[in-house]
């Protein structure tokens, strides 16, 4: 079957940086994205990976190892408004579904 | 008007009412998606519509009844739900599925109560 795996919740503090990572298992390939949702809103997208590496954008990076099936997303000097939930996404093999994590819920405090 | 509007925001329904969940995309997008959010579950596709046409439908009870009158409009039907339905339905719209990075964009979604 195809599978992601991301941690329930995190907690860390406001001017830290987090690591949030993101395993998957999925008959094909196609990339992976990366989305915010704060409570109550939409979803808003963060990041794609297609190649092995690291993309930074700004405050936050996204990492991908085809190989090991492994992404993280890293947020470094934290703010209060990075707390949300952070989801995962696999685009394997159909044109039009993404395979989605159940999303990391993130705590930042003070 | 922001890319994507979903109405009602908040809908409380009996098991025996008929509702219609609305969504409407302001990005010139060719393809828009029904999705159903429950807490600490992964999202759950619905039904996808390509240009219009209904491309996926994702084993979802008959209740659910989607209908995309142009490329600017969603709609979700509801009748008969079951309390088990009760969830935040989010629509998203995106330009090119099936090409590489295609980005979904999202509306704030639908918090359905089913008493």
């Known amino acids: 079957g195809q599978n992601i795996d991301q941690p329930t919740e995190m907690t860390a503090t406001e001017g830290a940086i987090v690591q949030i990572n993101c395993t998957y298992q999925?008959?094909?390939?196609?990339?992976l994205f990366w989305y915010q949702q704060h409570a109550g809103e939409a979803p808003t997208f963060l990041s794609y990976?297609?190649l092995d590496g690291l993309e930074e954008k700004g405050r936050f990076s996204s990492f991908l190892s085809r190989s090991k099936g492994y992404s993280y997303l890293l947020l470094k000097e934290l703010q209060m408004k990075d707390s949300a939930s952070y989801l995962c996404?696999?685009?394997?093999?159909?044109?039009?579904?993404?395979?989605w994590g159940a999303g990391t819920k993130l705590i930042i405090k003070p | 008007e922001t890319g994507v509007t979903q109405t009602p925001r908040h809908l409380v329904m009996g098991m025996t009412n008929k509702k219609s969940l609305k969504c409407e995309q302001h990005?010139?997008?060719?393809?828009m998606y029904w999705y159903k959010q429950s807490a600490k579950k992964p999202l759950e596709l619905m039904f996808v519509?390509?240009?219009?046409?209904?491309?996926e439908n994702n084993s979802v009870p008959s209740r659910f009844s989607p209908e995309c009158p142009n490329s600017s409009h969603l709609f979700l039907h509801l009748h008969t739900l079951q309390p088990e339905d009760s969830a935040l339905y989010l629509c998203?719209?995106?330009?090119?599925?099936?090409?590489?990075?295609?980005?979904?964009?999202f509306g704030p979604g639908t918090r359905l109560t089913v008493l």
């Open positions: 990005l010139g997008h060719n393809a």
């Open positions: 998203a719209s995106s330009q090119a599925p099936g090409r590489r990075g295609d980005e979904q964009f």
């Open positions: 990976n297609v």
């Open positions: 999925t008959s094909g390939f196609n990339g």
């Open positions: 996404a696999v685009w394997a093999d159909s044109n039009y579904q993404l395979i």
């Open positions: 519509y390509s240009l219009e046409e209904r491309v």
